[in-house]
């Protein structure tokens, strides 16, 4: 069994990828973008978190989070915002024993991808990143395409302007 080691630090911002456990053709999370908004804006007003950042794809979304200063806990978060959209999303997923024993609907893969953000430069290279993401997967040609991004949020607040694409840096880095 594998040991999971999560960092956890008070106000902490995080980096995450989530997944759908069928990913092959499976556009769960578009077809339900209404209702994973609903769990996005209903969960932080019980467990708070700014959202800084998110990108929707068909089978998995990134997104980056800001904690509040006395709070390190993400995994709660993350359960509450799965329990409130599964329901309305369950099109019978494949749904093993073990799941079955912890309540599973088998759409999500167990597991949420996180990444402690270290610096200002982190954070803006991880928000690239994300708005690039639909365009690496051939979902988009460019980046002003993807319609469930808060890339358009950015291009309204003048942080990018709408031809925006990835830097050369990202590319250099190999996050392209």
């Known amino acids: 069994m594998r040991t999971y080691n999560r960092i956890r630090v008070e106000g ?4 995450f990828t989530v997944v759908l456990a069928q990913r ?3 556009h769960l999370l578009i077809k ?6 609903k769990s996005f804006k209903q969960v932080p007003q019980n467990h708070p978190y700014t959202l800084d950042a998110i990108v929707n794809m068909p089978d998995h979304l990134q997104c980056i989070w800001q ?11 993350w359960r509450w915002i799965k329990v409130h959209c599964s329901p309305l999303m369950n099109k019978g997923g494949i749904v093993n024993k ?3 024993k912890k309540g599973a609907r088998g759409i999500w893969q167990r597991r949420v991808g996180e990444h402690l953000m270290g610096d200002n430069k982190d954070d803006a290279q991880h ?8 365009v690496n997967h051939g ?3 460019h980046v002003v395409d993807g319609k469930d991004s808060s890339f358009h ?16 840096a990202l590319i250099n880095l190999g996050l392209k």
Request: proline letters at 6%; hydrophobic letters at 25%; charged letters at 25%.
């Open 98 to 100: 073990s799941r079955q």
């Open 24 to 26: 092959n053709e499976n």
């Open 67 to 77: 904690l509040p200063k006395d709070e390190a806990n993400f995994s709660t978060r």
């Open 153 to 168: 949020q950015c291009v309204d607040q003048g942080i990018y302007p709408s031809h925006w694409a990835a830097a050369d």
């Open 127 to 134: 928000i690239e990143y994300s708005h690039y993401h639909p």
């Open 32 to 37: 339900h973008i209404d209702d994973m908004r």
């Open 12 to 15: 902490g911002c995080y980096f």
């Open 139 to 141: 979902h988009v040609d």
